[in-house]
């Protein structure tokens, strides 16, 4: 709480997501920030009505604040004058005493739009010196934070998330240290310099605070709480909010600094953090001292601590360490993982222009990290990322390893000025990931990927532009708009501006703006510069609206004048779309016709002279248009296209509308395709388009193409294959695949799972024998579990079941809570009563805070048994509250929402009963509190103690 002088006619601020915001003076009475703690939005609506009943009034500043209705804030006057003015509270109070049919639904709040965040100083160096103990979950530190005033102020905010604080000193204009007063509300910390600060005075700041196993930004693992196969590691995770957890900083991405981190710890673990190892010495008795220096400014979510056991394996690039840090039992899977990373430093260097920036580059492995995290040089990764040679069959992490490294320069170099150009970093990433497949696999492999990105960009982009500043939380912004999106228009402006002028682009873009954050702006303005061209109409249509052109393209051909006729047609509901589309069409001589256009009204005609009917109609040829694509050719014409198109996706797209006319004659010609096509994703297409036709044709096509070599191939052939229920052959094919196995892991895991929809007798025999066999991340157990949870026999929730134990490894215990949620989905109606309750036991029992994937199974099958779930409605609402992850509360609160919905309505007055209750009892107490902070409004400074919680007050 932030204290303020009596005779000062101040205004305090409530804020019910945890937060202070302190209004500036603007509502014209003044203001001064203060947390009043989390509230669920039934609390918030006694808590305003209380204090509208008591007098208080609402802040005009902050009428929406998160931009959602369930944060609310309040405005108190501290000098005892109350005014009732409360806009929520009063309004609340009576929706809930009405009954619900006569409560009118709120107006729906304004968006509350984002913007970069003020920078009253600018942050020059953070130094971090910590005590880490893995066991205590436990990091006690200093943090010295340099700065220089940017305007006249008094006082300084970091963001620090309950943070226990011992001391707060510092100097301003090169002076003696001294002690500052702070305020520290659980969500920030407030450093008082006692004395206005004028612009450009160089002030420092030097907090010693304490935290234990932060919610979040921080994560620590232990044997003892996460299972037998989890070390004593922590790892950091700040993008996009989160380092404020463990360390006070300016959380947000405008702001670079350099940073040192000093890290102490038990001689038997080793630090990892961003730039140059300075040194390592010995700390005392069983300790050791890392110190770790980045001199090139970052911004604060780039901080990166990882402390554990780790093998080393170092090499060299142009005279830089590249490190690879792993499990010690791992490392003879270094060279199948990680052996492409120089190559791909060479790519990045030379393409870009500008040279990999940083002292280093390491990329360090972690227990139960997803995913991959751009630390600047030091790439935090998760174990799963790590291959043998037998995985490397069916998947490699190159993708992942390019888009990490990528980040170094979009993302670290240059990095988005605010989370709503968060493309600026996802979408570089995504695209120079897809980059470096074509240089490195071809430009087949470039093709098929950019095929699945399109996928998601379209059904990803419909309802908000990629430059969105509506969000609730930085969070939101990390979909598909900012991923395959962002690169699909990295990939449109490549194809316009040719390659050798979008490298151009590139290379300036990232000399001119290296070390500073930028927006879409900037991008577009480089581009306007090296090609003299107005691109604001490119950057309209692709990122400041949401939805993308549904083009339908129809050829007619005019006999009497030679002449094909292509009409093009916008069919979206919004304005047209302005691009140019490319039209190839071939005729039985084999010559080929490309015509060019810009497309800029919702229906336009091309006339195309031609010497005979065309064979063969290519439109969008290089992928150069993100579009919902529909062509009216005739059949033929497709069938060309299936055995001709040079691309790919040509041939994809032929194969998935061939597969719609379900005749002999269509069978063959893709059953043809299937063993003539030379790309196996061309061929996993196909194989995907026969299983849906069926019939005898399909159905030995797909089993030829189990002896496949590519073992991508084979697996998609299993896929397909379940398609045939109860078929002998099939039968016997699938079941010889999984006696004799295969030299891929996925396809004897696809073996299993399509045994399982065959709706044979001897599926648990068949299949169980798996649960036995070692594999890499329990691939095989994980997929007999999940082919069994298919059979209808009471008896294998006998062998699911006790997987979901602790005893189990956290990947056999993501299968079998999935097992389970499958299972008991599709038998609640026969399940007896015990039984139902052995399962939401153990559906509940992997709630735990810990492993976020196996929360988020749990979660969802609860959600799915619907009122079954009802007795693990309470574990769920905890979860929706209090879950430190945002994507299990919305989750939670989902599968709550269904359950209640799903309830007898008996029921819910009784539960509806029970939390009044409780209501009743949470408003006495906030009650006492209000009456309690009332007294201290002008009681002057809060006594000095040796330690201050969150919510401490302190003064010198």
Same mark, same amino acid.
């Given at each position: ?14 804020? %019910? ?92 709040? $304004? ?9 009253? =100083? ?33 006082? #300084? ?37 006692? @004395? $206005? ?25 232990? $044997? ?96 830089? $360490? ?41 990329? #360090? ?98 309802? %908000? ?104 047609? @916008? ?7 302005? %691009? ?10 084999? &010559? ?67 597969? &719609? ?41 797909? =089993? ?21 229920? &109860? ?10 695949? =999984? ?45 007999? +579990? ?38 008991? #989905? ?27 994937? +196996? ?102």
């Amino acid at each position: 709480m932030t204290q303020t002088s009596a005779r000062t006619r101040r205004t305090m601020v409530l804020c %019910f997501d945890g937060e202070s915001r302190d209004c500036g003076g603007a509502c014209g009475k003044g203001c001064a920030g203060m947390d009043q703690g989390r509230a669920s939005p039934r609390r918030q609506v006694s808590v305003l009505a209380i204090l509208a009943a008591r007098g208080y009034h609402h802040c005009p500043r902050f009428p929406a604040y998160r931009g959602s209705p369930s944060y609310r804030s309040v405005r108190m006057p501290v000098c005892g004058r109350p005014r009732v003015a409360c806009r929520l509270g009063l309004a609340a109070a009576v929706l809930v005493a009405l009954p619900p049919g006569l409560a009118a639904p709120p107006a729906p709040p $304004p968006p509350d739009l984002k913007f970069a965040a003020d920078r009253p =100083l600018d942050v020059q160096h953070i130094k971090l010196e910590l005590a880490v103990d893995l066991e205590k979950k436990r990091v006690d530190g200093t943090a010295t934070i340099t700065m220089t005033a940017l305007r006249t102020v008094e006082s #300084v905010t970091f963001d620090a998330v309950d943070f226990v604080t011992q001391t707060v000193a510092g100097s301003v204009g090169g002076g003696g240290p001294r002690e500052l007063a702070y305020a520290n509300d659980g969500r920030q910390i407030e450093v008082f310099f006692g @004395q $206005p600060v004028a612009a450009g005075t160089p002030v420092e700041a030097r907090i010693t605070y304490s935290v234990e196993d932060p919610k979040d930004g921080l994560h620590f693992f232990s $044997p003892k709480e996460d299972g037998p196969e989890a070390p004593y590691q922590v790892w950091s995770q700040g993008e996009s909010i989160e380092n404020r957890y463990w360390f006070p900083c300016f959380d947000h991405p405008n702001e670079m600094q350099t940073t040192e981190l000093i890290a102490t710890v038990d001689e038997k673990y080793k630090v990892l953090s961003n730039g140059k190892l300075v040194g390592q010495k010995a700390a005392g008795p069983g300790k050791v001292s890392y110190h770790w220096r980045q001199d090139q400014p970052h911004v604060a979510y780039l901080v990166t601590l990882v402390v554990g056991d780790f093998a080393i394996v170092e090499e060299n690039w142009r005279g830089k $360490p590249v490190q690879y840090w792993v499990p010690p039992d791992r490392v003879d899977e270094v060279q199948t993982t990680f052996g492409n990373t120089t190559r791909m430093l060479d790519f990045f260097s030379d393409h870009i222009g500008v040279e990999y920036a940083w002292d280093k580059y390491a990329q #360090v492995c972690c227990y139960q990290y997803g995913g991959g995290m751009e630390n600047t040089s030091a790439t935090t990764l998760g174990e799963r990322a790590l291959h043998d040679a037998r995985s490397k069959l069916d998947a490699t992490a190159d993708d992942l390893l390019a888009h990490e490294m990528a980040h170094q320069w979009f993302g670290d170099l240059l990095t988005c000025r605010d989370w709503a150009h968060i493309w600026l970093n996802e979408g570089f990433a995504s695209y120079f990931e897809a980059l470096w497949g074509e240089f490195d696999l071809g430009p087949d492999e470039f093709a098929y990927d950019l095929w699945q990105k399109a996928s998601g960009a379209i059904n990803g982009g419909k309802q %908000f532009p990629i430059v969105h500043r509506a969000y609730t939380s930085p969070d939101q912004q990390f979909d598909s708009r900012a991923y395959p999106k962002g690169a699909w228009v990295l990939h449109m402006l490549r194809r316009r501006l040719g390659d050798e002028t979008f490298w151009k682009v590139i290379n300036r873009y990232v000399s001119t703006h290296r070390h500073q954050t930028v927006e879409t702006a900037d991008l577009r303005k480089t581009v306007e510069e090296l090609t003299g061209g107005s691109w604001e109409r490119f950057f309209y249509d692709w990122t400041e609206r949401p939805g993308h052109p549904v083009v339908k393209v129809r050829l007619d051909w005019r006999e009497d004048e030679k002449a094909a006729e292509v009409t093009v047609e @916008q069919t979206q509901e919004v304005e047209a779309f302005h %691009f140019p589309l490319t039209v190839e069409l071939r005729t039985a001589d084999g &010559k080929a016709t490309v015509v060019r256009r810009d497309v800029t009204d919702k229906k336009q005609t091309l006339l195309v002279p031609l010497s005979g009917r065309p064979t063969l109609l290519r439109v969008d040829p290089e992928q150069s248009v993100l579009m919902e694509l529909e062509e009216s050719k005739g059949q033929d014409l497709w069938l060309a296209q299936l055995k001709d198109d040079p691309s790919p996706v040509g041939r994809i797209r032929a194969a998935q509308q061939v597969a &719609k006319n379900p005749n002999d004659a269509n069978r063959r010609a893709l059953a043809e395709a299937l063993a003539a096509d030379k790309f196996w994703a061309v061929q996993n297409e196909i194989a995907e388009a026969l299983g849906k036709l069926g019939g005898d044709i399909a159905r030995e096509a797909l =089993l030829a193409g189990l002896k496949h070599e590519h073992p991508k191939v084979r697996r998609a052939c299993l896929g397909a294959l379940k398609n045939f229920p &109860k078929d002998e052959a099939v039968c016997a094919a699938v079941a010889a695949v =999984l006696e004799k196995g295969d030299a891929s892991l996925r396809v004897e895991s696809a073996a299993a799972q399509t045994y399982a929809a065959l709706e044979v007798d001897d599926v648990v025999v068949r299949v169980t024998p798996l649960l036995e066999r070692e594999s890499r991340r329990d691939e095989l157990r994980s997929a007999a +579990l999940s082919a069994l949870a298919q059979v209808d026999d009471a008896a294998v929730l006998e062998l699911i079941l006790p997987r979901t134990g602790r005893e189990h490894s956290l990947d056999v215990r993501q299968a079998a809570v999935g097992a389970l949620r499958k299972y008991a #989905v599709r038998r609640q109606l026969v399940l007896d009563g015990p039984t139902q309750q052995r399962v939401l036991d153990a559906l509940a029992a992997c709630l735990e805070p810990r492993m976020r994937r +196996l929360r988020m199974t749990a979660v969802e099958g609860l959600g799915e048994l619907g009122r079954l779930a009802a007795p693990k409605l309470e574990e769920l609402r905890r979860v929706a509250a209090a879950d430190p992850d945002g994507r299990v509360r919305e989750a939670a609160k989902r599968a709550a929402e269904r359950i209640e919905q799903d309830r007898p309505s008996q029921e819910q007055i009784s539960d509806l009963r029970k939390q009044l209750d409780e209501m009743k009892s949470k408003n006495e107490e906030l009650l006492r509190r209000l009456e309690k902070l009332e007294a201290r409004a002008g009681a002057g400074p809060a006594p000095v103690s040796a330690s201050q919680p969150a919510g401490a007050v302190h003064s010198p």
